[in-house]
């Protein structure tokens, strides 16, 4: 018994012509928009806007500082004091300010170039600011007074680090030099050189006992903070093809964790030198 036919049968591509045309509706030229002509477009409550025009988010910021006019490079939280920021640009400014005190801003003054390295110290006393002109300069938090400005790199200064438990201070430099002052004392304690390239990242260890150093020279320098002695120098297969981006130190200030421009990272023991 033959199945009865489906009339939604698939009959392949369907074609009309203007015998099935229902109604014609003539349009003028003149009532078609131009092509740069906005559209009557709305949001979702109903308001206007043009076509292309993307939908605003909401701001959901708590505070905005305005007082920079070139790119930002580097912003430091105090440590003590929640509300307190300091940023750096490339307008050769550094500013303090607090979060939620629209009016009140203090100017880091005295810089010639790029502010790009910022960090306060861990009691929160004390602010470092590193420059472009190589110069790093401390300030006093309370007083918001300049405390002392340290020199000798003969290139920009690339970071700024605080010893954990003191006012001694690090600074990496674009000439492959690392340096670290009394800023107690606004004196120079000792010089790290070794590096081949810009010394690109570095710290203390946790413990204070250790420094780590990455350079653009695709090394991680390890030295002895008193003696000035380089410890270990890890370089060649299987760590690093390229220069070093960052570092981290574990809190236990055991192992330190290196990125670099090669796309990888490696963990290396910092007691041995070793790469895990």
Request: glycine content about 12%; overall charge negative.
């Amino acid at each position: 018994m033959n199945a009865p036919a489906n009339d939604e049968e698939d009959h392949g591509e369907v074609f009309l012509d203007e015998t099935d045309a229902l109604h014609v509706i003539t349009i003028d030229d003149q009532d078609l928009p131009e092509a740069d002509e906005e559209l009557d477009i709305r949001d979702a409550d109903g308001e206007q806007r043009s076509d292309g025009e993307s939908m605003d988010e909401a701001d959901d910021s708590m505070h905005i500082f305005t007082g920079h006019t070139g790119e930002l490079y580097t912003v430091a939280c105090s440590p003590t004091d929640g509300t307190l920021v300091a940023t750096g640009s490339g307008d050769d400014k550094g500013f303090l300010w607090r979060i939620g005190e629209g009016d009140w801003a203090f100017q880091l003054q005295g810089h010639e170039n790029s502010v790009c390295s910022l960090a306060f110290s861990t009691d929160g006393q004390l602010l470092a600011s590193g420059s472009l002109d190589g110069i790093v300069q401390i300030w006093d938090i309370n007083s918001c007074n300049l405390k002392c400005t340290l020199d000798g790199p003969g290139g920009g200064i690339e970071w700024v680090r605080w010893h954990p438990r003191g006012h001694l201070v690090l600074a990496g430099s674009e000439d492959s030099t690392v340096w670290m002052w009394n800023a107690d004392k606004s004196s120079f304690l000792n010089m790290f050189s070794g590096h081949g390239s810009s010394v690109t990242c570095g710290d203390f260890t946790p413990d204070g006992k250790t420094i780590c150093t990455g350079s653009d020279d695709a090394t991680l320098r390890i030295w002895n903070p008193r003696s000035g002695e380089n410890i270990h120098v890890v370089r060649g297969h299987p760590y690093h093809t390229d220069g070093l981006t960052c570092l981290t130190i574990t809190s236990d200030s055991t192992l330190a964790l290196t990125g670099s421009k090669d796309s990888s990272v490696h963990i290396v023991n910092i007691t041995t030198g070793k790469v895990g």
